[in-house]
Nanobody
Framework: EVELVESGGGLVQPGGSLRLSCAAS????????MYWLRQAPGKGLEWISY????????NYAASVKGRFTISRDNARNSVFLQMNSLKSEDTALYYC????????RGQGTQVTVSS
């Protein structure tokens, strides 16, 4: 059974940083492209980043490009999202997923950016 468990969210001031983690199990992680998505209050699910199975290819939504960095550790079956220069509009529930639509995703971790 596929299991994705996100962690690392919290309350942070504008301009601050957070590092999200996602622990994966139940599938061959080292062969899987991984995605981060988010859902802000009252809005739909938004894709924000992906990373290829070997970690050599990444991509970002325009809204986070230059501020967020995705990475992975295949030995630990984990994917990460380093978030810098956070803004209030980054406030959302963040999910890792095995597809860009979030059909297989974890329970999410809440990120709140507020002073």
């Amino acid at each position: 059974e596929v299991e994705l468990v996100e962690s690392g969210g919290g309350l942070v001031q504008p301009g601050g940083s957070l590092r999200l983690s996602c622990a994966a199990s139940g599938f061959t992680f080292s062969s899987a492209w991984m995605y981060w998505l988010r859902q802000a209050p009252g809005k739909g699910l938004e894709w924000i980043s992906y990373i290829r199975s070997d970690g050599d290819v990444t991509n970002y939504a325009a809204s986070v490009k230059g501020r967020f960095t995705i990475s992975r550790d295949n030995a630990r079956n984990s994917v990460f999202l380093q978030m810098n220069s956070l803004k209030s509009e980054d406030t959302a529930l963040y999910y890792c997923a095995t597809d860009q639509w979030g059909n297989r995703r974890g329970q999410g971790t809440q990120v709140t950016v507020s002073s």
